[in-house]
């Protein structure tokens, strides 16, 4: 199983810290913004010297804020019904590697301006482009895909310079399904996100 660029996760980790709590009525662009001044927080907190500390400071505050079912739920594809006595521990595998993921890279973290170009809503389904301008090499741009879950919003896919997160992952999954089992396939989540924990 191949998996996104340095790089890709890097930009995409800006999403991962929102304040639990923080006001449900803001807009997605406040919530994303939100989401940065948490990372910095954490980041410059004087636990950040213990690893161990930060990260797990940065995971509770990241899962509250994807919509982890629907992610999982998108990234599996066809494949979701045949598996609908196990969605359950697919979402669980899911986001434990996804969000060890996000926060084992932020520590790529270094100075880089957010600039937020637009917010797009319709009715409850929302999109925040924003552009990573680092103090060296080209920009980046990473667009939020978000709706509304009882009242909050929440992330179901980041676009990556046009790349979506999901749509990866799904491709990803859907080779994998086609050589071997859903227990292969979670077993390799499992594998990963162990190593990434390590």
């Not at 161990?52 to 505050?61: C, G, P, V, W």
């Not at 982890?68 to 595998?93: D, P, T, Y």
């Not at 086609?178 to 162990?194: H, I, N, T, V």
């Amino acid at each position: 199983m191949s998996y996104p660029t340095t790089r890709v996760v890097t930009a995409i980790f800006f999403a991962v810290c929102v304040t639990p709590g923080f006001a449900v009525a803001s807009s997605p662009t406040e919530q994303i913004r939100e989401t940065i001044r948490q990372v910095v927080s954490v980041a410059n907190s004087p636990e950040a010297g213990n690893e161990t500390a930060r990260k797990q400071a940065l995971r509770d505050s990241l899962m509250p804020r994807f919509d982890w079912a629907e992610m999982a739920k998108q990234a599996l594809g066809k494949h979701w019904q045949g598996v609908s006595a196990r969605q359950n521990e697919f979402i669980a595998a899911f986001a434990d590697f996804l969000g060890n993921s996000y926060v084992g890279k932020i520590g790529s973290y270094k100075d880089e301006k957010i600039v937020f170009v637009q917010e797009t809503v319709t009715e409850n389904v929302a999109e925040v482009k924003t552009r990573i301008v680092p103090t060296r090499g080209d920009p980046t741009s990473v667009n939020y895909q978000l709706h509304q879950v009882q009242g909050d919003w929440k992330i179901f896919d980041v676009v990556v310079e046009d790349i979506s997160l999901v749509v990866n992952y799904r491709s990803q999954f859907s080779r994998i399904l086609a050589k071997g089992s859903f227990d292969d396939l979670l077993r390799q989540l499992k594998e990963k996100e162990q190593t990434q924990r390590n």
